[in-house]
């Protein structure tokens, strides 16, 4: 038998001592004296491989590096006491211009008021604030100015059968403005209009007033510490 690297060669012999005809080269796999090293890749996907499966309803893991975004408590106040001053600037300036467009429709229709003739279609209940009662009636109807027809609501919560004839007035320049004689009476222009806008003004005023002494505060801190 001889060795020669990977394969090996066998001669079989005789009782005798002589070779026989029979021989043959058996085939044998590399062998070597030191472990072979592997890569991280295929270490990487042998681990892989031998890992346990993941269930699906397992939850995700946070990435590495990834953090939460941190809140800014100041920049956060800052946005909030913007938008409540924004909100009562707002809300002043409507009521002031809803005040100034009431009194001018009142003084509208007493200096410049023309009597029309309401005729009725139809009144609706309205209920109170329980949902059980009727507070009043919404009637609704025509009338006529230098021969043109209006459609309007009449105000008031009398309740008047369809097709009542009511006195009402109006105005020419504003025929879309309408009353009864009793409420045009009743009504008188008044500064009470303003008191709400005027509190919510003032309301941000101070808001306003405040945050700029804390800003001067704050501004005077950090020059001391410098």
Not at 57 to 86: E, N, W
Not at 114 to 141: E, M, R
Not at 152 to 167: D, F
Not at 181 to 188: E, K, L, M, N
């Amino acid at each position: 038998m001889e060795n020669s690297g990977p394969f090996r060669h066998v001669t079989s012999t005789d009782p005798d001592g002589r070779p026989s005809e029979r021989s043959g080269v058996v085939s044998r796999g590399p062998q070597y004296d030191l472990p072979i090293a592997t890569t991280s890749d295929e270490h990487d996907m042998t681990t892989q491989d031998d890992a346990a499966p993941v269930p699906p309803d397992a939850p995700v893991s946070t990435l590495r590096g990834a953090s939460r975004p941190s809140v800014d408590g100041r920049k956060a106040a800052q946005i909030v006491v913007g938008l409540i001053m924004a909100t009562l600037a707002v809300l002043g300036i409507v009521f002031i211009v809803v005040g100034i467009n009431k009194n001018s429709q009142i003084n509208e229709l007493k200096s410049k008021g023309v009597g029309v003739t309401f005729v009725v279609s139809k009144c609706v209940g309205q209920l109170g604030g329980s949902g059980s009662n009727v507070a009043g009636y919404a009637c609704q109807g025509s009338y006529q100015i230098d021969g043109r027809r209006y459609s309007e609501n009449l105000p008031g919560s009398t309740y008047y059968a369809p097709g009542a004839r009511v006195p009402a007035v109006s105005v020419r320049s504003d025929p879309n403005l309408l009353s009864t004689p009793a409420i045009v009476r009743s009504d008188r222009a008044s500064a009470n209009v303003f008191v709400l806008p005027a509190v919510l003004l003032v309301a941000c005023a101070l808001i306003l007033v405040v945050v700029l002494l804390r800003r001067r505060r704050q501004h005077r801190a950090a020059a001391e510490v410098r």
